[in-house]
C-alpha cells in the first residue's frame, strides 16, 4: 500500500505507554467515543510530533509506518491495542509518543444532526445576519457540550467561543464548508 499524504489522515490518537508484557500499547484516544479507533484493521503511526519546528513535511511523511491491528479494546478511559509485529514490551515502549493516524474513510457515517468534529475544521462561521464570524480552526469539548474555536487558521489566533449546541447552530453545510450561527459579531 502506498503511504497517503498527511492531509489525508486524522489524528485520532497517542501512544500513551505500553501494556503488560505481549506488546500491547496503550492508546490515549483524542475523543471520549473512540470508535475510529476501535474498528480500525490499520493504523498509520508517526513517531514525529505534530507540526514539529525544523521538521520537514517530507520528513514527517517518511517516519509514517502502517500496522495492522490484531486485537483493540477499552481499558480504564484508554484503547489497548495489540499491533501486528509489535510482540514485546520494549517494541511497545519504543512506540510511546507515537501519534496515531487513519484515513478519513475509516470513519463510520455519522449519523443525522451529528458531526465528526475534524470535519467541521476549516468551516467558514456566519451568523444570521451574513455577518462573517471567522474561521474554525479548532473544536474542543467543555464537559457539556462541544464549543467551535473561531479564528484565524494562518495564525491560529482565536477570535471566539462559540457552544455547538442546537440553539447557537442554525445550519451545518459540510459540502459548502459554512456554519451558520445565531450568534453577534461581537459577543
Known amino acids: 500500500m502506498n503511504k497517503p499524504s498527511l492531509d489525508d489522515l486524522i489524528e485520532i490518537g497517542a501512544v500513551q505507554d505500553a501494556q503488560g508484557l505481549q506488546g500491547q500499547i496503550k492508546v490515549r484516544p483524542h475523543s471520549s467515543d473512540p470508535v475510529a479507533l476501535l474498528s480500525s484493521k490499520e493504523l498509520?503511526?508517526?513517531?514525529?510530533?505534530?507540526?514539529?519546528?525544523?521538521?520537514?513535511?517530507?520528513?514527517?511523511?517518511?517516519?509514517?509506518?502502517?500496522?495492522?491491528?490484531?486485537?483493540?479494546?477499552?481499558?480504564?478511559?484508554?484503547?489497548?491495542?495489540?499491533?501486528?509485529?509489535?510482540?514485546?514490551?520494549?517494541?511497545?515502549?519504543?512506540?510511546k509518543g507515537a501519534r496515531i493516524l487513519v484515513g478519513r474513510d475509516v470513519f463510520p457515517k455519522a449519523e443525522s444532526d451529528s458531526y465528526y468534529w475534524v470535519d467541521l475544521?476549516?468551516?467558514?462561521?456566519?451568523?444570521?445576519?451574513?455577518?462573517?464570524?471567522?474561521?474554525?480552526?479548532?473544536?474542543?469539548?467543555?464537559?457539556?457540550?462541544?464549543?467551535?474555536?473561531?479564528?484565524?487558521?494562518?495564525?491560529?489566533?482565536?477570535?471566539?467561543?462559540?457552544p455547538f449546541v442546537k440553539e447557537v447552530v442554525q445550519n451545518v453545510d459540510l459540502p459548502n464548508k459554512l456554519i451558520t450561527l445565531d450568534w453577534q459579531a461581537d459577543w
Open 44 to 95: 498509520w503511526l508517526s513517531l514525529i510530533p505534530r507540526r514539529s519546528a525544523g521538521v520537514a513535511a517530507s520528513i514527517e511523511q517518511a517516519s509514517l509506518q502502517l500496522y495492522k491491528v490484531n486485537q483493540a479494546k477499552m481499558h480504564s478511559g484508554t484503547v489497548v491495542i495489540a499491533l501486528e509485529g509489535i510482540a514485546d514490551r520494549d517494541q511497545a515502549e519504543a512506540l
Open 121 to 162: 475544521i476549516a468551516c467558514k462561521a456566519v451568523n444570521l445576519q451574513g455577518e462573517s464570524l471567522g474561521e474554525v480552526i479548532d473544536v474542543n469539548d467543555n464537559g457539556a457540550h462541544g464549543i467551535i474555536v473561531i479564528g484565524d487558521p494562518e495564525t491560529k489566533t482565536v477570535k471566539q467561543l462559540i
